[in-house]
């Protein structure tokens, strides 16, 4: 016998809140309370000093993260789009060079770009994976491409091993946003550390946070010297340190505090443990849907793992008969919140469709720099744009802290409600 959906009048799955996802401990408030007592919550000093590399938490957090993540630099921020600012300008970016970028990200991806007065070039993503689909990236590098930034979106690494040779063959640098990402592999290295430059965010909703703040990665000598000289007064520093490359050496306060690195220091240390858990309520969620028509579960590449940021699915509206959003609406009435009707698509944002950013004049891609007229239209990004207005539909795992008996009510609620879609569509029919 159907249940009666709770969206009809029926009673709900789920008649409880799930626990909030809190990776703060006793760990962490001693950790900041032993700051708090010293009295350093800061020793950043925007010159050349001996302090211009911060104070010992400051310090001995970027040791532990380089060591974790086997690499030789690591240098904290005091926000991920700090970070990706600061990796933009590192790399060498020029005014009017072009930046390929998903759409299918947060806006800082894109704006980090702009920040240099460079141009996003935006590229679709993998049906599979949601990142960068390495063909189309492919097709659109003009002789202005000077970089890739590949988004790490939802928990697992783009495909790295093409887009660092398409960068070899075309003389790129690669940057890779991994904010969602920390902790998942790719063919055995952490992903974030595959490129030029990558990194992670520390904000508040991520695996393990310090509020707000991110860490960049990289193997370059150069290049970690840049990173550190934007995040602190560049400008103000160059000269004392004997750097005669001044380009992009505009330097502001990116600077992370005392307090969040020491948090972040036994945050660090529980990241394996987080994303093994999230890892295990995702394998758990797929073995429960994994019999529902039409509902495509996330994918995973082969010699990679995924983080679950989000829990990522597609649905085939076409063969469903439902329109995405009455079903997000059945499974939210029966309790499952944290669900989205599609993602962001960056390039369909006001700034980029109407071409204004720094004032009011189309800057810069009205200015003599801009090399060439850069489509915005809908439709330069079709995988992206479909998944968004019809198919995608995310749960965010990253905001609870779910047993397998939670688990199992959310599979029980999406049961309830594929079994209930034909009366749903016949409903909304005499409805209409």
């Given at each position: 016998m159907k249940q009666e959906l709770a969206l009809l009048?029926?009673?709900?799955?789920?008649?409880?809140?799930?626990?909030?996802?809190?990776?703060?401990?006793i760990e962490e408030i001693e950790a900041a309370k032993e700051v708090i007592e010293s009295g350093v919550l800061s020793q950043f000093i925007g010159a050349h000093h001996a302090d211009f590399l911060g104070g010992p938490k400051v310090k001995a957090f970027e040791a532990q993260c380089a060591e974790y993540?086997?690499?030789?630099?690591?240098?904290?921020?005091?926000?991920?789009?700090?970070?990706?600012?600061?990796?933009?300008?590192?790399?060498?970016?020029?005014?009017?060079d072009e930046v390929i970028v998903p759409p299918?990200?947060?806006?800082a991806s894109a704006t980090a770009i702009l920040h240099w007065n460079a141009i996003p070039v935006f590229t679709d993503i993998d049906t599979k994976t949601f990142c960068l689909d390495p063909k189309s990236v492919e097709a659109n590098i003009t002789p202005y491409t000077k970089a890739i930034m590949a988004v790490d979106i939802f928990g697992q690494s783009a495909d790295m091993q093409a887009l660092m040779a398409i960068a070899k063959k075309h003389g790129l640098k690669?940057?890779?946003?991994?904010?969602?990402?920390?902790?998942?592999?790719?063919?055995?290295?952490?992903?974030?550390?595959l490129a030029d430059v990558g990194g992670f965010s520390l904000n508040y909703h991520k695996h393990i946070h310090t509020g707000e703040g991110g860490i960049l990665?990289?193997?370059?000598?150069?290049?970690?010297?840049?990173?550190?000289?934007?995040?602190?007064?560049?400008?103000?520093v160059v000269e004392g340190m004997g750097v005669s490359d001044l380009s992009n050496m505009v330097g502001y306060n990116f600077r992370l505090?005392?307090?969040?690195?020491?948090?972040?220091?036994?945050?660090?240390?529980?990241?394996?443990?987080?994303?093994?858990?999230?890892?295990?309520?995702?394998?758990?969620?797929?073995?429960?849907?994994?019999?529902?028509?039409?509902?495509?579960?996330?994918?995973?590449?082969?010699?990679?793992?995924?983080?679950?940021?989000?829990?990522?699915?597609?649905?085939?509206?076409?063969?469903?008969?439902?329109?995405?959003?009455?079903?997000?609406?059945?499974?939210?009435a029966e309790g499952?919140?944290?669900?989205?009707?599609?993602?962001?698509?960056v390039h369909l944002l006001p700034m980029f469709q109407k071409k204004i950013a720094y004032g009011s004049r189309g800057f810069p891609w009205s200015s003599d720099i801009c090399h060439r007229q850069v489509s915005y239209a809908k439709g330069i990004c079709p995988v992206a744009e479909q998944y968004h207005?019809?198919?995608?539909?995310?749960?965010?795992?990253?905001?609870?802290?779910?047993?397998?008996?939670?688990?199992?009510?959310?599979?029980?609620?999406?049961?309830?409600?594929?079994?209930?879609?034909q009366y749903l569509k016949e409903k909304d029919m005499v409805a209409a």
């Open positions: 009048g029926g009673q709900p799955i789920i008649n409880r809140k799930f626990k909030t996802y809190n990776s703060i401990g993540f086997g690499v030789k630099h690591a240098i904290t921020v005091n926000s991920w789009t700090s970070g990706l600012i600061a990796a933009v300008g590192a790399v060498g970016i020029e005014p009017g299918w990200t947060m806006c690669v940057i890779s946003d991994t904010a969602q990402s920390p902790g998942a592999m790719y063919q055995g290295q952490y992903a974030g550390t990665v990289t193997n370059d000598d150069k290049i970690a010297q840049r990173l550190q000289l934007i995040r602190n007064h560049a400008e103000a505090g005392e307090i969040e690195c020491a948090m972040g220091m036994t945050q660090l240390k529980k990241l394996e443990s987080f994303v093994k858990r999230r890892q295990q309520g995702a394998d758990r969620l797929n073995q429960k849907l994994a019999n529902l028509d039409s509902l495509t579960l996330p994918y995973v590449m082969t010699a990679a793992t995924h983080a679950y940021y989000m829990y990522p699915i597609l649905l085939n509206i076409e063969y469903l008969q439902v329109p995405r959003e009455r079903i997000v609406q059945a499974l939210q499952v919140t944290g669900l989205a009707n599609g993602y962001q698509n207005d019809r198919s995608y539909m995310g749960f965010a795992m990253c905001l609870h802290d779910l047993s397998d008996a939670d688990i199992d009510l959310i599979a029980q609620a999406f049961h309830k409600v594929w079994h209930n879609l």
